[in-house]
């Protein structure tokens, strides 16, 4: 038996457009996928669309006690959005003030595109061809 993932991530319209078009490559989330996820399905945060997939091909952590610290101004540019709005985004991160460099951990995730016949092909790879007798 083979087990495979995706993560299923709610996401801005006009972020999922950035990412579709090759100007952003990185994903952030304050909360880790799951380490056998192998590709992410965007959904339109307001409305539940399907807008996508993309490929993740490493993930960075940031913050808490063992990563290596960050800062709003440093994930606005790996992220391409606004600090406001990256603010707006993680309200939690964002009442810890000073503090959440340390206490709180973000999750970059490299990212690429893939159409929805490249995420099957990724999740059937090496599964084993039926035999017709």
Same mark, same amino acid.
């Given at each position: 038996m083979i087990t495979r993932s995706v993560t299923v991530a709610k996401i801005r319209r006009e972020y999922w457009q950035q990412i579709a078009a090759g100007g952003n490559r990185f994903e952030l989330r304050d909360e880790e996928v799951g380490a056998g996820s192998q590709a992410f #399905?965007?959904?339109d945060a307001k409305t539940g669309e399907h807008l996508g997939n993309a490929r993740i091909l490493a993930c960075t952590i940031f913050g808490g006690y063992d990563a290596s610290p960050w800062?709003?101004?440093m994930l606005s540019k790996l992220v391409?959005?606004? #600090?406001?709005e990256l603010k707006e985004l993680f309200p939690y991160a964002d009442?810890?003030?000073?503090a959440a460099s340390s206490e709180c951990?973000?999750?970059v995730y490299e990212i690429t595109p893939i159409s929805d016949e490249e995420l099957l092909r990724d999740i059937l790879a090496d599964v084993p061809k039926k035999r017709l007798n």
């Open positions: #399905v965007f959904v800062s709003w101004s391409e959005a606004p #600090v406001s009442r810890l003030g000073a951990e973000m999750y």
